[in-house]
């Protein structure tokens, strides 16, 4: 009896050390075989532009908002060829700082986003989720003219036309907003504080003294007169150039009538 239990042990603790032995290989196996679909960057091909392929390439500052530029060009998609190809893979944690995106477009249909990284050094390709060195010097320089050439072509002016108002007071509120994107577009602070409701106060100043140049493009919508506080809102769509990127936004003027029984702009929001 107790020679058979001393055999039930041994066969007990043999099987379990198997089952041990096995599972401590099958970890090893595991890890081996996760480091070899982890490919070093050595082993990562250069980057392929496939020049021939790519027909447009759209740059964009900080987010898919702004935009440096859009390349359609043989000549500027050779020379952004030149800086992105067969660019090395980048070894290390890419860094976080979001300066750039640029989109390519193909023949073949497909769009590949590159996000540039690193102060310039490093882009990513958001395909494959590989980075690469970035010709740093060579595509800032690149950025700077192109920005440089969207500053030159950017004319800004209202570039649509407004509608007849329902009645006299919508007439009143409409020819009001009209002279004062005028204003915003010739950046004439005199002429642009004139059509406030306090032209004494500098609160809007921020929108005519900076670099921006505004380029109105379309009447959104002109709300009906507000009854309870006496206001009116007419929304105004405009594209901007700043610092050589161009951007899309809008804004709501706000008219009420002051003491004089006059309309005036009381806010831009």
């Not at 900080?62 to 800086?83: F, V, W, Y």
């Not at 493009?217 to 990127?245: C, H, M, Q, V, W």
């Amino acid at each position: 009896m107790g020679y058979r239990l001393f055999l039930s042990l041994i066969i007990l603790s043999l099987t379990f050390a198997a089952g041990c032995g096995k599972t401590t290989n099958h970890s090893k196996e595991e890890r081996s075989n996760h480091a070899s679909q982890t490919p070093l960057a050595s082993e990562i091909p250069p980057f392929a532009y496939e020049g021939a392929n790519v027909t447009k390439a759209t740059i964009y500052l900080d987010a898919p908002k702004q935009i440096i530029a859009e390349l359609t060009d043989s000549d500027n998609l050779n020379r952004l060829g030149k800086i992105v190809d067969h660019a090395r893979p980048f070894s290390g944690a890419a860094p976080a700082d979001l300066l750039y995106t640029i989109v390519l477009e193909s023949r073949d249909g497909v769009t590949r986003a590159l996000d540039v990284t690193g102060n310039g050094s490093v882009f990513i390709d958001q395909t494959t989720k590989i980075s690469y060195e970035l010709d740093q010097k060579g595509f800032q320089k690149f950025v700077t003219e192109l920005k440089a050439i969207t500053a030159s072509n950017f004319e800004p002016k209202i570039a649509f036309d407004f509608p007849p108002g329902a009645d006299s007071d919508e007439e009143e509120v409409i020819a009001l907003v009209k002279k004062t994107l005028e204003a915003m577009v010739n950046k004439n602070m005199d002429e642009f504080h004139a059509n406030l409701q306090h032209p004494d106060q500098d609160y809007l100043d921020f929108l005519i003294d900076t670099s921006r140049l505004y380029r109105f493009t379309k009447l959104e919508r002109i709300e009906p007169y507000d009854a309870s506080n006496g206001r009116k809102n007419i929304e105004i769509r405009f594209e901007y150039e700043e610092d050589g990127a161009i951007g899309n936004s809008g804004y709501i003027f706000t008219s009420r009538k002051n003491q004089e029984g006059i309309w005036k702009i009381e806010n831009i929001d």
